[in-house]
C-alpha cells in the first residue's frame, strides 16, 4: 500500500529526508530567508522566488512518511495530550493526528466539495494563480518565521477558493468517545468511517475500544484496512452502507455522516450523493434506516451521536439538524443535548461580523431508553 500512497503523491527517492519529511528539506535555508521585510521591500519578486522553488521540487505541501516513519508517527500520536469534553464543549486545539490521516487518504484529493467541480489541495497547488496567492496570503496575515514552509503553504492554500473536503480531527473523535462511553474495551460504531480520523482517535484511547468501522467507498476502505494493521486495532472496517449493515451490541455510535449532496466522493452506486436525489429521499432512504440500524444494536441506555449540520450549497439551503432530532425521536430515542467542537475563524477581511460570536460544529447526542 504504502508504494500507491507514494505514487500518487509523486514521491522520489530524492524527496525522502528521513522517515518523516515534506520533500523540501534541502531549501528551508532559502525559505528562511524570505521573511517579512523582504516581502515588503519586493512583494512580486519574493512571491516569484518562492513560487519558483515549489514549481522544482513539485510536491503538495504537505508532511510525508516512510511506512516505517507513518508506524513511529502513530505511536507518538497516542502520547500526545489533547482537550476533553469540559461543560459539552471542546475547545481548540485538537489538531494531531491530521497529517497522518492527510498522508494515507490520498483520495481526499479526488472528492468534490458542494459541487464545485475538481477543487482539491492538489487542484490548488497545481494552479500557478492559486499558488501565487497562497504566498502572497503567508506574507500579508502572518507572521513570525517560516513564513513560507510547506505547512505555511498547505494552510493558506485551505484559504484560496473557499470550501475544502474536511476530515473530523481525531483528537475531537477520541475525547467524545470517551465522555460517551466510559466503558473499557467498549464496542463503538462509526457508522461513516470516511478518511480515518475516527479510526485513528478511538484506537488511540486508552480505553482499549474495539471500533467497528463501516464505510462504501472502495479505495476508503482499503485504506482504513491499511491503517488499521498498523495500529494493529482489534475491531473491524466493514465495506457496506449504513442504511443495510446491522451492527450488534455496540455501547456506542458515532459518526459525522455524509450530509445528502454536500460533497462527492466518488461515482460508485453506493454513495449518498448518487443513491438519493433529494433530501426527502436521503431521509428516508439513509437516515432513517441508518439510526434505526443502531437502535436495534445498540446496548440498553447506550449513546448514539452524529456531527451533523444546516449548510448551503451554490443553489439552495437545506435544513438537517431539526429534522435529524426528530426522527431519532421518532426510531425511539432521546435527544440529551449538543457538544460544541469550537473552530477557528478565517484570517482576513470580513470576519469581524463574527466578534464576540461563537464559531463551532455540534455533535447532537441521543440515549436510547
Known amino acids: 500500500m504504502i508504494e500507491t ?30 521573511t517579512k521585510e523582504v516581502y515588503d521591500k519586493d512583494p512580486q519578486g519574493t512571491i516569484d522566488q518562492v513560487f519558483n522553488i515549489y514549481r522544482k521540487v513539485g510536491l503538495i505541501p504537505i508532511v510525508y512518511f516512510t511506512e516505517q516513519g507513518l508506524v513511529n508517527a502513530i505511536r507518538e500520536y497516542g502520547k500526545k495530550k489533547y482537550n476533553s469534553v469540559h461543560n459539552d464543549i471542546i475547545g481548540l486545539g485538537n489538531n494531531s493526528g491530521q497529517t497522518i490521516n492527510r498522508f494515507v487518504f490520498t483520495n481526499m484529493m479526488t472528492a468534490e466539495p458542494k459541487g464545485r467541480g475538481s477543487n482539491s489541495l492538489r487542484d490548488r497547488f497545481e494552479n500557478d494563480n492559486k499558488l ?10 502572518r507572521d513570525g518565521n517560516r513564513l513560507v514552509y510547506p505547512t ?12 475544502n473536503i474536511q476530515n473530523f480531527k481525531s483528537q475531537n473523535a477520541r475525547a467524545i468517545v ?3 462511553c466510559p466503558v473499557m474495551w467498549g464496542r463503538v460504531y462509526d457508522y461513516s468511517a470516511g478518511y480515518g480520523g475516527r479510526l485513528l482517535g ?25 491503517l488499521n494493521s498498523i495500529i494493529d486495532n482489534t475491531g473491524t472496517i466493514v465495506q457496506s452502507v449504513s442504511e443495510e449493515y446491522q451492527p450488534e451490541d455496540i455501547d456506542c455510535a458515532f459518526s459525522s455522516p455524509p450530509y445528502f ?28 434506516p441508518t439510526v434505526s440500524n443502531i437502535f436495534r444494536g445498540l446496548n440498553r441506555e447506550g449513546l448514539f451521536a452524529t456531527n451533523i449540520a444546516d449548510y448551503k450549497t451554490p443553489k439552495e439551503e437545506f435544513a438537517v439538524c431539526d429534522r435529524w432530532i426528530g426522527l431519532a425521536e421518532k426510531v425511539g430515542f432521546k435527544y440529551q443535548g449538543m457538544i460544541k467542537m469550537m473552530l477557528n475563524t478565517r484570517p482576513g477581511v470580513g470576519n469581524d461580523k463574527l466578534a464576540g460570536r461563537e464559531k463551532y460544529e455540534g455533535v447532537y447526542v441521543f440515549k436510547k431508553i
Not at 10 to 18: L, Q, R, S
Not at 152 to 163: D, H, M
Not at 268 to 278: A, D, G, K, L
Open 5 to 34: 500512497i507514494n505514487k500518487f503523491w509523486g514521491i522520489e527517492p530524492e524527496h525522502v529526508h528521513g522517515d518523516e519529511f515534506t520533500g523540501y528539506e534541502e531549501h528551508y535555508e532559502l525559505l528562511d530567508t524570505f
Open 132 to 141: 501565487r496567492r497562497a504566498i502572497r496570503i503567508c506574507f500579508e496575515f
Open 152 to 163: 505555511a503553504v498547505r494552510r493558506s492554500l485551505e484559504l484560496v477558493t473557499g470550501e
Open 178 to 180: 470517551e465522555h460517551l
Open 202 to 226: 478511538i484506537t488511540s484511547s486508552n480505553m482499549r475500544y474495539q471500533y467497528i468501522g463501516v464505510d462504501p467507498n472502495t479505495e476508503t476502505v482499503e485504506r482504513l484496512n491499511y
Open 261 to 288: 449532496n454536500l460533497e462527492k466522493y466518488s461515482d460508485e452506486e453506493t454513495q449518498c450523493m448518487v443513491r438519493y436525489q433529494t433530501l426527502d429521499d436521503w431521509f428516508d432512504g439513509y437516515v432513517e
